[in-house]
């Protein structure tokens, strides 16, 4: 079944793919919005986008304090081409889940960051994928059998 990233062009999932510098925007408790620079990779067979960090971090705490759960982006650009993933976004301490987001992070960005015990993975289902890829075309999404 395709989900919003893997109906995307394959130039689309590819550029997901490229060594690019990132932004995540989160919404403050006062509905301003927190865009900070991160490393995002991506998941297009389950629908998700994974951001690793503190656990002591602002857009930690603006996730948290939407009840676990909030809505955010996350978006890429290179010249002409750009892409952003919108979703819901979930705060996930578990082990495993972060060492394979740890593990994700150092294949699309060439280096495994060093262990950090505060470290925790935003986990992103993304709902909606938008962009402008060269002469990229999204598949048209099929219905669930």
């Given at each position: 079944m395709l989900n919003a990233i893997s109906a995307q062009s394959d130039s689309y999932l590819e550029f997901w793919s490229e060594y690019h510098?990132?932004?995540?925007?989160?919404?403050?408790?006062n509905g301003r919005p927190h865009v900070v620079p991160v490393g995002?990779?991506?998941?297009?067979a389950a629908g998700v986008?994974?951001?690793?960090t503190r656990k002591s971090s602002r857009?930690?705490?603006?996730?948290l304090a939407g009840g676990g759960e909030a809505r955010v982006a996350v978006c890429q650009v290179d010249g002409g081409r750009w892409a952003t993933l919108e979703g819901v976004a979930e705060v996930c301490?578990?082990?495993a889940l972060v060492e394979d987001a740890v593990a994700h992070y150092g294949k699309?960005?060439?280096?495994?960051?060093?262990?950090?015990?505060?470290?925790v993975v935003i986990l992103i289902s993304v709902e909606r994928a938008l962009g402008q890829i060269l002469g990229a075309r999204p598949r048209a999404a099929q219905a669930a059998a």
């Open positions: 510098l990132c932004t995540l925007t989160t919404l403050r408790p995002v990779t991506v998941d297009a986008a994974r951001v690793i857009k930690v705490a603006n996730i301490t578990d082990e699309r960005y060439g280096r495994t960051p060093a262990p950090d015990p505060e470290r």
